[in-house]
């Protein structure tokens, strides 16, 4: 099963990486403990909505871009069977790639937009990271 916390706290995570700023200068222009921020990154923490919007703020992205964002990663994952939910048809855009190994069983899927690795450790624990994809990795992934 897939926690949206997770899924919220690699959004947030990719978003201050991207940024090149560090844990301590986001905690400090959200007004929030650098060790609670780091939780939330981890998904070890589910954060309100009011933090989360002063997270949004200190990163300088509005709160309904990292939701939609957020939301389009538990999307294409609820499209990978046995992830979120089964699914019975695969839409024809999605490009799934299943292989076992012996830490887990693998899954990555695409949509065009935005693609998603699921790393399937045990029933009730898997861990999601997304990625939007740009230009010619579009083709890359789509090809897998």
């Not at 939780?39 to 949004?56: T, V």
């Not at 861990?127 to 083709?139: A, H, Q």
């Amino acid at each position: 099963m897939v926690l949206l916390r997770r899924v919220i706290g690699d959004a947030l995570r990719a978003r201050r990486q991207g940024q090149h700023r560090t844990l301590r200068e986001v905690s400090s222009a959200a007004n929030v403990s650098l060790g609670y921020l780091s939780e939330i990154e981890r998904g070890q923490k589910e954060p309100s909505s009011e933090l989360l919007a002063a997270i949004c703020d200190a990163l300088g992205a509005r709160l309904s871009e990292l939701l939609r964002e957020v939301s389009d990663t538990v999307a294409l994952a609820e499209q990978m069977p046995g992830v979120l939910v089964p699914v019975q048809d695969e839409p024809a855009a999605t490009v799934a790639v299943r292989r076992s190994t012996g830490r887990g069983v693998h899954q990555v899927s695409s949509d065009g937009t935005v693609a998603v690795q699921v790393r399937q450790d045990s029933p009730l624990k898997a861990t999601l990271r997304s990625s939007r994809v740009r230009g010619s990795e579009r083709d890359v992934v789509c090809a897998a």
